[in-house]
């Protein structure tokens, strides 16, 4: 299994950037996935997820409104939209998936089986 991120980069404070996390050796339509980040210092956080049936969304409370999970079954991928992007956005983010696909869980960490190797944000002001 291999989870693949990619679209990170350098943005201004205000500006917008999309990840992309392409996975292979898994189908995500039968996963939970999940994006998470790690700032300076900061400990694993929550960002979104996207549930394997309906493709319903969730968010954490600091990007809600902000950024926009999707998926493309038919690429395998799944994405994640980042607008009104700030400095404190700046992080490293993990795209993860998750085989048990418990909506109780699914902002835990500890849930997800399969991890990406991490895309750089950076917004500068």
């Known amino acids: 299994v291999q989870l693949q991120a990619s679209g990170g980069g350098l943005v201004q404070a205000g500006g917008s950037m999309r990840l992309s996390c392409a996975a292979s050796?898994?189908?995500?339509?039968?996963?939970?996935m999940a994006w998470f980040r790690q700032g300076p210092g900061k400990d694993r956080e929550f960002v979104s997820a996207?549930?394997?049936?309906?493709?319903?969304?969730y968010y954490g409370d600091s990007v809600q409104g902000r950024f926009v999970a999707s998926r493309d079954n038919a690429k395998n991928t799944v994405y994640l939209q980042m607008n009104d992007l700030k400095p404190e956005d700046t992080a490293v983010y993990f795209c993860?998936?998750?085989?048990?696909?418990?909506?109780?869980?699914?902002?835990?960490?500890?849930?997800?089986?399969?991890w990406g190797q991490g895309t750089q944000v950076t917004v500068s002001s």
């Open positions: 050796g898994l189908t995500i339509s039968r996963y939970n």
């Open positions: 996207i549930r394997h049936n309906g493709g319903f969304t």
């Open positions: 993860a998936a998750d085989r048990s696909a418990i909506l109780s869980q699914i902002r835990r960490s500890e849930q997800y089986d399969y």
